[in-house]
T-cell receptor, first 117, second 107 residues
């Protein structure tokens, strides 16, 4: 199956700093990438959808100025958590889809655990 | 907006037993995904169902889609400890997920 990587796998930062998380599709070109966050013992919550070369679409309640998403190429999307605070601590997972077709499978990265002190 | 309800929320079974996990949608299902997740890790794609009545199998895992009932079921035959994890159903163009079913398999 298709492989999606995330970097870093874990990050600990101080409150007020910014953190960048990378999501890469390794063996396919991803027209669309998605960012999710997951709190302990809970399901995944979609944060935003990004298409290569265009602005990301954010879900209701997600601050676009807080969570900056850049989908600069067909294999790379980045999520930057700006001015991170302890409540931003979570497990962030990206997924990638080869086409814009909803029926095309989304493949998920291994996730990034963010801890804000 | 579409919502997915999974049942049961957690399940503990003895190794070798069969089990079923259900996923019910608040809206018509045009397709449904099943994923497995180990806690703190990413999601592993299991299978996707697109048509009503469709049934797919992968090793000892079988999933069915009942469009009329807006429901899908995931069945594991002769469960093994390796089947333990969180099973998530997802649907929609922007995948939204059920709350997950945590499966534990006792040796």
């Amino acid at each position: 199956g298709a492989v999606v990587s995330q970097h870093p796998s874990r990050v600990i930062c101080k409150s007020g700093t910014s953190v960048k998380i990378e999501c890469r599709s390794l063996d396919f070109q991803a027209t669309t990438m998605f960012w999710y966050r997951q709190f302990p013992k809970q399901s995944l919550m979609l944060m935003a959808t990004s298409n290569e070369g265009s602005k990301a679409t954010y879900e209701q309640g997600v601050e676009k100025d807080k969570f900056l998403i850049n989908h600069a190429s067909l294999t790379l999307s980045t999520l930057t958590v700006t001015s991170a605070h302890p409540e931003d601590s979570s497990f962030y997972i990206c997924s990638a889809r080869a086409s814009g077709d909803w029926a095309d499978t989304q493949y998920f990265g291994p996730g990034t655990r963010l801890t804000v002190l | 907006s579409q919502e997915l309800e999974q049942s049961p929320q957690s399940l503990i079974v003895q190794e070798g037993k069969n089990l079923t996990i259900n996923c019910t949608s608040s809206k018509t299902l045009y397709g449904l995904y099943w994923y497995k997740q180990k806690y703190g890790e990413g999601l592993i794609f299991l299978m996707m169902l697109q048509k009503g009545g469709e049934e797919k199998s992968h090793e000892k895992i079988t999933a069915k889609l009942d469009e009329k009932k807006q429901q899908s079921s995931l069945h594991i035959t002769a469960s093994q400890p390796s089947h333990a994890g969180i099973y998530l159903c997802g649907a929609g163009g922007k995948l939204i997920f059920g709350q997950g079913t945590e499966l534990s398999v006792k040796p």
